[in-house]
């Protein structure tokens, strides 16, 4: 029977006495209903989206636990975090696949502007999901928990601690060995987060890896967001790698597929991206060109954070075109702003940058006092061998009064290869 035909008396008579297959009223009954009816249309349409979100494949887990899931939240807000993971394994009211997809969600949310924050949340829904039930079934509850450990990965990998990240996202592969359903989106999904661990490691031959299997696994699926969010992060890997002008003609060649995800804050990452590149670069020129169009597109996606990362792209910019205290008056507006945010690992970043422009002015007392500041920011975190002999360099080069302009930039350049760019 086509879509909009109406349902013949015999299949009516059955679904009325509940003698229908469950298959029967999909194929017979449903099409009727949302085929003629905008109501039922559109409630199948948020029934697909809120099945999207929950990442379930029952229709009523998804509206339901859904639709409860803040509410359960509100329970664990404002407590102190071993006290929610307490609540966690007594409270059974809590043990639903709707809270542990809420808190995955948050902490996707939070993992970049408070990651420590993010890895509570992770924990506490990977605590949930130990504690499903038998109504849900166990292959898909394994996937959940592979999703949940690589969301703590992801958290872990964001505060620096890399070799933590690595024991979960080990954990999270197991489950998914162990899961067996074959859910080529919950696959792509831990392989792109394992890559960008790997990039931060600096094992750039399996972030490729990774990112090559997460690819093809999205393209399975037709996610028009996935594909974009790992061609954006093939971009990353390439200038993390040293080759700026290569990560250039790849972001231009993967624009269209990112703007056909139709995500606009994807976009925009995509037109920062480019324009932090071309800064990098020395093509300032083109990078002045771009930038109205990153600012316009910013008014309709940007966070805070954002528009904090574009200043200090615009401080580079000016820097690169000759304009010293408009660059120090950027540079230092932004490591202030990292500073208040708790974030002293991109403020020492943004100072490695404006090392630079002290060290073309000359200003060597200035440096000293620089390098003495920000080495115990990346002494704190897990940097790589490279990156913490070149900033050793940096501060012997700074104490020796030998900090040339030269060596300043190439520590700058090495530390911000280690972070994939500003």
Known sequence: ???????????????????????????????????????????????????????????TVAVFETREAPELARLLEGLPHEEQMRLADENEDLHTWGLCQYLLKKTRETVFENPAQAVETALVAIRLSGHLGEVYHPGW?????????????????ATGELKAADFAFLRAEEKLG?????????????????ASLKLDQRLFAQAQGYLDRALARYRQTQDLEGIATVLLKKVKL???????????????????????????????????????????????????????SVREIFRETAEP????????TEASIAQGLGRPSEAEAAYREVQGKFLELGKSYDAALVSLDLATLLAEQGRTEELKSLAAEILPVFESREVHQEAMAALLLFQ???????????????????????????
């Open 1 to 59: 029977m086509g879509e909009g035909r109406h349902p013949s008396l015999d299949t009516l008579a059955r679904w009325l006495a509940g003698e229908l297959e469950h298959e029967d009223v999909l194929r017979e009954v449903v099409p009727h209903l949302t085929g003629n009816c905008p109501v039922c249309r559109g409630n199948e349409e948020e029934i697909r989206r809120l099945q999207d979100e929950s990442g379930h494949w029952s229709e």
């Open 141 to 157: 509850v394994l996937d959940l928990q592979a999703r949940a450990l690589a969301y703590l990965g992801n958290a872990l990998r």
């Open 178 to 194: 162990r899961s067996g359903t074959g859910n080529a989106q919950v696959e792509a999904e831990v392989l792109r987060m394992k």
């Open 238 to 292: 390439v200038k993390a790698e040293g080759k700026i002008d290569a990560s250039i003609e790849l972001l231009r060649e993967v624009l269209g597929e990112i703007a056909a995800a139709k995500q606009p804050r994807l976009h925009a990452y995509a037109l920062q991206s480019l324009l932090a590149s071309l800064a990098l670069a020395g093509r300032n020129e083109e990078a002045m060109d771009l930038l109205p």
């Open 305 to 312: 954070l954002d528009w904090l990362r574009l200043r200090w």
């Open 396 to 422: 012997r080069a700074c104490a020796e009064e030998k900090a040339t302009v030269e060596l300043v930039r190439q520590i700058a350049a090495t530390l911000r290869r280690g972070n994939g760019g500003t």
